[in-house]
Each structure stands twice: as C-alpha cells, then as structure tokens.
C-alpha cells in the first residue's frame, strides 16, 4: 500500500504549501533595521532559511494529514494494522533530502560569515568591558580614554570590539547591527562591525548573567568621524589598572593576532 503513494500529487501540494507560507513569513520584518553592512547579508540567509523550514514544514504536514485520511480505521474496525517492512525507496529519500538541505545550510551560513568578518585595511578597535551589571569601552590612543554606558562610533568604518569580561559571561547584542558575540573571562573575543547608518541604538547584554541582566544595556551612537573624534577627546576619564590589566592578560581567540594593550 505504502508503495503506491500519488508522490508527484503530494509533492504539488508540498511546493503549493510552501510558497504561500514563505510568502507570509518573508511580508514580515524579523530583524528591524538594517544598519551595518553584515545586516542584508544575515536577513537573506535568514529569508533563505525560512523557504527551507516551510517546506519540511509543510512536507511533513502533507504527509501526516494524508496518512490520517487515507489510512483511517473504519468504524467497527478492531483488526491489527498491516505488518509493513519498510520502504527502500522513501527511506533514501528521507536520508538524501535533508542531508542535502543541511549541508547547503552549513556552506552558505560559512560563505556569510566568512564575508562579514572580513578584516578592512584600517579598522578602528574598542576594547569592551563587562561587568555585572554594566557597559564600559577603552578607545584608542595613548591616554586610554574611558566612557561608561555610553559607546559612540564612526559611521562608515569597521570596528573591531574586542571583549573583556570581568566576571561572568556576557554577551555583546546591538540588533540592528545583527552581531552577537560572547564575552568571556579570560579570553578576548572579537565582534566585527561596519555601520552603516547614523543614528542612536542600544547595546544589549544577551547572555543571561545574573540578577541585573535585563537592565544591563549601553546607549550606542553612531556618527560621522569627525563629531567621533571630538566625542574621544572630550572624554575625561582613563581606564582603570584593573581593566588595563584583564586586556594583558586575557588570550587572544585568533592566535595569528598579536596581544594589545590601551587599546592600540
Ligand atoms: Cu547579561
């Protein structure tokens, strides 16, 4: 019985199905703005990953819903259901397809990631600092200027913010920008990010570090680098020795980069 399934029928459906649920699914704005150059890139992987999901969705579907009419039990109907051995032909088919969709997944998000991490000639580099429950950032030069929950960066230019945890894990969130990364103590991570667009934002703890985490947030400004320059200098305060410090001595994650210290 199993045998004689109408596939191409079912398939019809399966392709009917899945386009009209991308095409509500792909009417609506996941991610917000877009406001770095990694952002288009991050949304139509994500666009191409909802097309995937509904059709396993709706495949799945169509077949239950086709099991559950076709082979219903009439009513009085209290025999055993037929022994069934297997089905060569279904079984590849169910092993083929999803190990196809799963590696195309992979190659596709390695292509994105390795695009939007890609080192620009004369990036500007932050040194980031968590805390529970607050946002601190070093910038560059020799006076190692300091500025608590507030971070301003230039528009236009990419920006290396390397992190710093000094107790717990955090994590670095900015949605319009779409970057995420983890701060981890001991380590030095680093979140890669062009803005692309001016404008007041917020950054976001995203990794949940204790009883103050939903209100661990920093005000994020995004401006020409001309207003930038006047923002740094016009900082009063320099980073503390016990940050200068985590900076010497957390491990870099990529090991062809050399340690940095103050920020340079
Ligand atoms: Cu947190």
Request: with cysteine.
């Amino acid at each position: 019985m199993i045998g004689r399934l109408p596939i191409a029928k079912m398939f019809g459906v399966t392709l009917i199905g899945t386009a009209l649920i991308s095409v509500v699914m792909l009417q609506i704005n996941w991610n917000g703005q877009e406001a770095s150059t990694a952002a288009p890139e991050i949304d139509r992987l994500l666009d191409v990953m909802i097309v995937l999901s509904s059709f396993v969705f709706t495949l799945v579907m169509v077949m239950l819903f086709y099991a559950l009419w076709k082979f219903k039990a009439k009513p009085g109907d209290e025999s055993d259901g037929e022994p069934i051995h297997g089905n060569t032909r279904l079984e590849v088919a169910w092993t083929v397809i999803p190990t196809i969709i799963v590696l195309f997944g992979a190659g596709y998000s390695w292509v994105v990631l390795d695009n939007i991490e890609e080192k620009a000639d004369n990036p500007l580099t932050v040194q980031v600092f968590s805390q529970q429950f607050a946002w601190s950032f070093g910038f560059p030069g020799k006076d190692n200027k300091w500025s608590e929950g507030v971070l301003h960066v230039p528009v236009d230019r990419q920006v290396q913010f390397k992190m710093h945890a000094q107790d717990v894990i955090h994590s670095f969130w900015v949605p319009e920008w779409r970057i995420k990364k983890d701060a981890v103590p001991g380590i030095t991570t680093t979140a890669t990010v062009t803005p692309v667009k001016e404008g007041h934002y917020q950054l976001i703890c995203t990794e949940l570090c204790g009883f103050g985490h939903a209100s661990m947030r920093a005000k994020v400004v995004v401006e020409s680098p001309k207003k930038f320059q006047e923002w740094v200098q016009g900082l009063e305060r320099e980073t503390p020795p016990a940050f200068m410090e985590s900076i010497e001595q957390d491990t870099e994650t990529d090991p062809s980069e050399p340690l940095t210290a103050g920020g340079g």
